[in-house]
């Protein structure tokens, strides 16, 4: 795992806090509104092929696979 280019996110108060209101104003998974509120906090990409993100289109960077 230390090869690849992957940057583990450590979990937090406000990204916990962010992920549920996203959550329940999405009526998402939480593991996607915790993937949401990262890449907001961040202003990242997220790169997807899931619809439970169409939601979020105007509010994130969304890259659709």
Known sequence: MEQLPI???E???Q???QAA???VRNRMF???AFIAALG???RAMVVTGDK???CLQS???ILWL
Do not use: G, H, I, P
Request: hydrophobic residues 40%; negative net charge; aromatic residues 8%.
């Open 11 to 13: 979990n937090n108060l």
């Open 15 to 17: 990204r916990t806090v």
């Open 52 to 54: 439970e993100f169409e």
């Open 30 to 32: 939480y593991a996607d």
């Open 21 to 23: 209101r996203l959550k």
């Open 40 to 42: 907001q906090e961040l």
């Open 7 to 9: 940057q583990v996110a």
């Open 59 to 61: 509010e994130l960077d």
